[in-house]
């Protein structure tokens, strides 16, 4: 698939609690993977599941509280952790804090508090890992109206590894870089196009272009920018992607054919 939602796993000990957050977060538009009341099975849906942002309270049942299985959980993978519990005081405080965290909110916790959370872990985290790695963040565009062609607003498009994370309503959404076809630009605005949806957004291709690392990634037009791992065919003017011809521009032609191996 081209688009994925965000998937969260919930480890709470109180079955009403988790029921009710999982409940407002899949309205929302969310994923959630799993509930967890202790650390084993957090641990064991953490690792069958290709999870996003964990949601974390801090008493759970058994021996191994939540901020031992979010030390556990994090050795296996990075993720954003957002601890939701009634423990404030100074000692748990200090120990979630060599977790890293990224929100700390305390019960009872409205799930508007928990969107606000969840949505600047991700943008953080997602700015943290492009900076180990470039220095840079991807900031595109937000809030469309859910059709086949969605307009998206400013800064509401991160790149983390190999995904960008776009902005829709209260949530975020996956769309591998794998998965793109190509870009096609007009004025001030980009189509993305994937196999199954069009995402419109709000900037120059040459700023795009700038901001996400993907070397497959390739300008062929003033107006076009496709994934090389998506072209069927190619001529001299042409492209042939997903049965659609692109046009290649003349000055852009050196660099096209750059990208292979000619034997």
Known sequence: ????????????????????????????????????????????????????????????????????????????????????TAFTDAATLERAKHTHPSAYLAKPYHLTNVRI???????????????????????IEKNGPRNPTETVDKEAILQMNDCIFVKHNYAFVKIRLADILYFEAENNYIQLVTEEKKLLLRLPLSQLLEKVHYKPLVR????????????????????????????????????FLKNFDFR
Request: negative net charge; aromatic residues 4%.
């Open 220 to 255: 062929i037009h003033r107006s076009f920018a496709v994934n090389m791992n998506a072209i069927q065919s190619f001529t001299d003017q042409e492209v042939m992607v997903n049965k659609i011809q692109l046009p290649i521009g003349r000055s852009y032609k050196e660099d």
């Open 1 to 84: 698939m081209a688009a994925e939602k965000i998937n969260i796993l919930i480890v709470e000990d109180e079955a009403i609690v988790a029921l009710d957050l999982a409940q407002g977060l899949e309205k929302d538009g969310y994923e959630v993977a799993g509930i967890a009341d202790n650390s084993a099975e957090a641990q064991e849906l953490f690792s069958s599941h290709n999870i996003d942002i964990v949601l974390m309270d801090v008493h759970i049942i058994g021996d191994t509280d939540g901020i031992d299985t979010a030390a556990a959980l994090l050795k296996q993978k990075q993720v954003p952790l957002i601890y939701l």
């Open 117 to 139: 959370a969840i949505e600047l872990a991700i943008s953080n985290f997602a700015v943290a890992r492009q900076q180990e790695s470039t220095g840079k963040v991807i900031p």
